[in-house]
């Protein structure tokens, strides 16, 4: 076979994986009546995060969506999303690259975005599971 093509296959090959991988990692997130202070994170969230998370953390063509399994309270606790946005995250579950620091967001906003990440999940049936490794 010609090298080039092959090559070239081979490019199109994995840029086709990384979209599909993509495509399973994206969900369709149903929000339902939040708390107060969940409300107030989902603004937080949608102003800050969904660039890259999603809408509501469904998700993107740059970033996965936190309204996950992979995102339950027993593999990420409360305090590896405070370390997120304090310190940024090293591409390790997904293809998407770095996550850089988010230092705009503050203390108090960052308790609001959790309480909506963790209400919106348990809305999509999103629970606890203690991680085995
Ligand atoms: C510029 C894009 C971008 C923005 C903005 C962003 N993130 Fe991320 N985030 C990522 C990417 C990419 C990953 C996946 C890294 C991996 O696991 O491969 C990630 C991963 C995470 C994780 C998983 C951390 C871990 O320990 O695996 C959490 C939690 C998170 N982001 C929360 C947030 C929150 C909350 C905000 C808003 C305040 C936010 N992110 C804004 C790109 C972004």
Redesign the pocket.
Do not use: D, T
């Given at each position: 076979m010609n090298i080039k093509i092959f090559f070239l296959t081979g490019i199109i090959l994995f840029s086709t994986t990384s979209y599909a991988d993509h495509d399973k990692g994206h969900v369709d997130v149903v929000v339902d009546t939040l708390t107060p202070r969940a409300a107030a994170g989902q603004v937080?969230?949608n102003e800050?995060?969904a660039?890259?998370?999603g809408f509501n953390g469904q998700g993107t063509k740059?970033?996965?969506p936190?309204i996950h399994d992979i995102?339950n309270p027993g593999h990420?606790d409360n305090g590896?999303?405070t370390?997120?946005?304090l310190k940024g995250?090293?591409?390790?579950?997904?293809?998407?690259?770095?996550?850089?620091p988010?230092p705009q967001?503050g203390f108090s906003e960052?308790a609001n975005?959790m309480a909506f990440?963790r209400e919106v999940q348990e809305q999509n049936g999103i629970y606890r599971k203690e991680h085995k490794m």
């Open positions: 937080k969230f800050n995060c660039a890259c998370h740059i970033g996965p936190l995102y990420h590896s999303f370390r997120a946005v995250v090293q591409q390790h579950h997904w293809q998407y690259g770095n996550m850089p988010q967001v960052m975005i990440v």
